[in-house]
């Protein structure tokens, strides 16, 4: 697997941070690809650890997580990841009670336990996913325990958001932030897709203003809010028959029983919809959520269940009829609906943006989706004075002190979008000044290609008569894309052997991200990658000798410059058929569903 840039950056500094502190955390919402950079900073972990001390040292690995569903997950990541690790990997929870491998994923429940602590003596390494739990006395418990053991245990964290909504800090456990990203950038780089936002007035502003005012707790906030919507909840379903009648819809609501009665007013209305909750068992919620993932049910109601650990890429409307008195919650919640759609299954909907409906005050309040750094006695590793942002040369994700004027990593002078970085988060640390409103969010235009990890060509350069078509190639693998309609691109890997895969349709920026994450997982030579040595090398004989006897023509097409455009050439002639029967199939089902939606067939 190749990682993104980002990720390599997150892994190299999160190990330089460890070199000076016992912990250190990483900040990165849904769409980094967090279980990815947990997978990958484990294998050189243990890898460089294995170089010094001898097989894993002493000690065990343990990743631990809160629920059981992210245990199984990550541990399937992980072995996608380090598949050289299978024999070494173990899973400790209620259910499976196996600690025997060097790498543990694990339960804090079950680990807190006395018996839980036993069967593992001594860690080398605690990494914690959703850390930001770690407020809470179990795991206090647990880095307490194996630090009495061990003075020298690294704790690693792992969070979309270093805060949390009872405003309790996380700085007991973690002194310092190795890496953030936010996911303003995450969108413009196509790996989750733009929201757009609407505040939506009920006629009950005051009454939720008033309540925002009270000093008091979220869940508190909720419970009064749950009456101030109680009479207004017909309003809520008119607005979503308006706006969003055809979307896959995820409400989050103030208590169990408003998110129960919204569910009875919109099956009255005729719409599919269904709600889960902490009341029900595990069992009947799987099944709730697996019916929703198929579109069975199109609306489901929640207070917070689906906050952390649902991933449906179907979605694409949020709607908040509550309060997210922490900015964390709010990101989390909206943060459901920006994944993009990448898997077989989820190709019955075609998603380009995410539809989000605020009916109380959350985008009012807090605005953007900079996530906030929120832990008392921190000092970010980025420091105060440093802005992180998107070079706009060479498009990488960057960490730029306030003052300078060149980007660190192309060398490019830059000095008007850091000063627009830096002024931009002054504003938004001050209380409701410069606040940039989500229904305002602006795609910024950038050339993708250069923060792809491989090269891209326009073969409609190099073939008379031909449109745009974008390919990158690999030594197995080649994707390609191509605009459908105005503004919507279709993705396609083709391998050398067997079929193409329409990777899915989208926005630019969207068709450029499934391709880089196929080429990523289907690649894995560092030559694959535009910076390699032969890229550059001038075309060989061989190569013009096998254009030649493809039909092309030097006199009617363009002439490859280098040995890489060459090989593009070859593998888009010799994968044409395969891609182009793909794009035909893939444009003749959107156009049948666009039809059938006109007609209103279901």
């Not at 804090?108 to 006395?114: D, H, P, Y």
């Not at 309790?168 to 989750?192: E, R, S």
């Not at 349709?505 to 894995?524: D, L, P, Q, V």
Request: aromatic residues 6%; contains cysteine; neutral net charge.
């Amino acid at each position: 697997m190749i990682l993104r840039d980002y990720q390599k950056d997150a892994i190299q500094k999160t190990k330089t941070a460890l070199k000076g502190h016992n912990n250190t955390l990483i900040v990165a919402p849904t769409g980094a690809g967090k279980t990815i950079i947990l997978s990958a900073l484990i294998d050189e972990l243990i890898g460089e650890r294995e170089e010094t001390e001898g097989l894993f040292g002493s000690g065990k690995t343990v990743v631990l997580q809160h629920r059981l569903e992210l245990v199984k997950q990550n541990s399937e990541k992980f072995l996608r990841v380090a598949p050289h690790f299978l024999d070494k990997t173990s899973i400790l929870t209620g259910k499976e009670k196996n600690a025997d491998g060097e790498i543990v994923f694990a339960t804090v429940q079950t680990l807190s336990t006395k018996n839980g602590m036993s069967v593992i003596p001594r860690l080398n390494y605690l990494i914690i996913d959703e850390a930001h739990h770690v407020a809470a006395g179990t795991y206090k418990d647990i880095i307490t325990h194996y630090t009495i053991i061990d003075p020298s245990l690294k704790v690693i964290g792992l969070t979309a958001t270093a805060s949390r909504a009872d405003g309790k800090g996380l700085g007991d456990t973690f002194d310092n932030v190795a890496y953030k990203i936010d996911t303003d950038l995450l969108i413009q780089m196509g790996h989750l897709v733009p929201p757009d936002s609407y505040i939506v007035s009920l006629g009950i502003d005051h009454e939720i203003d008033e309540i925002s005012k009270k000093k008091i707790t979220e869940k508190a906030k909720n419970e009064l809010l749950a009456d101030v919507y109680k009479p207004v909840h017909y309003r809520i379903e008119e607005e979503w028959v308006k706006r969003a009648p055809d979307k896959h819809t995820i409400c989050f609501c103030t208590t169990i029983e408003e998110a129960k009665d919204m569910t009875l007013l919109f099956l009255a209305k005729g719409h599919r919809a269904d709600v889960v909750h902490s009341k029900m068992s595990g069992k009947d919620v799987r099944a709730t959520i697996d019916r929703f993932h198929t579109g069975e049910i199109q609306v489901l109601f929640n207070v917070s269940i689906l906050t952390e650990g649902f991933d449906c890429p179907t979605v694409n409307c949020v709607m908040l009829t509550r309060s997210c008195s922490a900015k964390s919650t709010m990101i989390q919640m909206i943060g459901r609906g920006l994944r993009p759609i990448v898997e077989e299954k989820d190709r019955w909907m075609e998603k380009h943006d995410c539809l989000v409906l605020d009916f109380g005050d959350s985008l009012k309040t807090h605005g953007t989706l900079r996530s906030d750094i929120n832990i008392k006695k921190i000092k970010e590793s980025s420091k105060e004075g440093v802005v992180q942002l998107l070079c706009p040369n060479c498009k990488k994700v960057i960490f730029v002190e306030i003052g300078e004027s060149y980007c660190p990593k192309c060398g490019a002078e830059i000095i008007d979008a850091i000063m627009a970085a830096a002024l931009q988060d002054s504003d938004e640390s001050g209380e409701g000044v410069g606040k940039v409103p989500l229904e305002d969010f602006k795609m910024v235009p950038i050339d993708l290609t250069q923060n792809s990890p491989f090269n891209w060509l326009d073969m409609g350069i190099f073939f008379s008569g031909s449109k745009k078509v974008m390919v990158a190639s690999g030594f197995k693998h080649m994707v390609v894309m191509k605009e459908i309609a105005k503004d919507i691109w279709i993705a396609i890997g083709v391998p050398q052997r067997g079929k193409s895969v329409n990777l899915g349709t989208g926005r630019e920026a969207i068709a450029f991200a499934h391709c880089n994450n196929y080429m990523s997982m289907h690649e894995n030579d560092a030559a694959s990658r535009k910076s390699a040595y032969w890229h550059s090398k001038p075309p060989s004989a061989k190569q013009y000798e096998l254009l030649e006897s493809l039909m092309w023509s030097d006199s009617r097409d363009g002439s490859p410059s280098n040995c890489y455009e060459a090989s593009c050439m070859i593998s888009y002639i010799k994968g044409f058929t395969k891609f182009k029967a793909t794009a035909v199939a893939a444009y003749e089902e959107r156009s049948k569903s666009n039809d059938e939606r006109e007609v209103g067939v279901s």
